[in-house]
């Protein structure tokens, strides 16, 4: 690959984070009389959490926030370590941060997302930690924000030079809007179709390594 700098999504392509994010979810929706299992909730992984619960269960803005306060009361202090590496990553970015300068760049907001890096100490391994700034209306709530947020932060001028690693079609879509290639894995939440603008499709975080590896 002739791109030095990599930025990874974190949830769905570092870690499997859905039993905490899951869990804050389904107590959340029980305020509004919604009982579902953690399973059918993974779909909260990934994109913004106003997109999934207002375009998802129909939840107003102000029921929203509601929900929203209910979740973090959970996930701050529970949710956020309910999580685990996928096999193979932390080999794998421990031999890409020899030749690349690697990033994360993840809807979810950066003091969690700093948390979580730290807590399985791959810290050493990136350059620099990108989220989100909130979950409604701010600045870097989306992922084409965030992901613009990461390469003015660390000067990247030559959007060829950098790629967007990705699980989900928000991480291909903001990588097309801000003028980045991307790849989509197919290890994490998402799906085959979600990945038809994607540049590169993988199975497997060995997969991904060997993109990498000249």
Do not use: W
Not at 70 to 78: A, N, P, V
């Amino acid at each position: 690959m002739k791109q030095k700098h990599i930025l990874f999504d974190l949830d769905g392509t570092i870690v499997r984070s859905d039993p905490g994010i899951t869990r804050g979810v389904q107590k959340s929706l029980e305020q509004f009389g919604i009982y579902e299992e953690p399973e059918n909730l993974k779909k909260f992984v990934g994109p913004p959490l106003v997109e999934s619960y207002t375009k998802l269960y129909g939840l107003s803005l102000l029921q929203y926030e509601k929900a929203l306060e209910i979740f973090h009361e959970y996930y701050r202090s529970t949710g956020i370590f309910e999580c685990e590496l996928y096999e193979g990553i932390e080999e794998m970015l421990k031999v890409l941060s020899v030749e690349y300068r690697l990033y994360i760049a993840t809807s979810k907001p950066e003091k969690e997302a700093r948390r979580v890096i730290e807590h399985f100490g791959l810290d050493k391994y990136f350059t620099f930690i990108g989220g989100s700034d909130g979950d409604f209306n701010t600045k870097r709530s989306t992922k084409a924000a965030v992901i613009e947020y990461v390469l003015k932060s660390n000067n990247i001028e030559d959007k060829t030079a950098a790629i967007m690693v990705g699980d989900k079609v928000h991480d291909i879509v903001g990588a097309n809007t801000v003028g980045l290639k991307s790849i989509g894995i197919l290890y994490g939440y998402g799906s085959m179709e979600e990945f038809d603008k994607a540049n590169y499709i993988v199975r497997t975080v060995d997969d991904l390594r060997e993109m990498f590896i000249c």
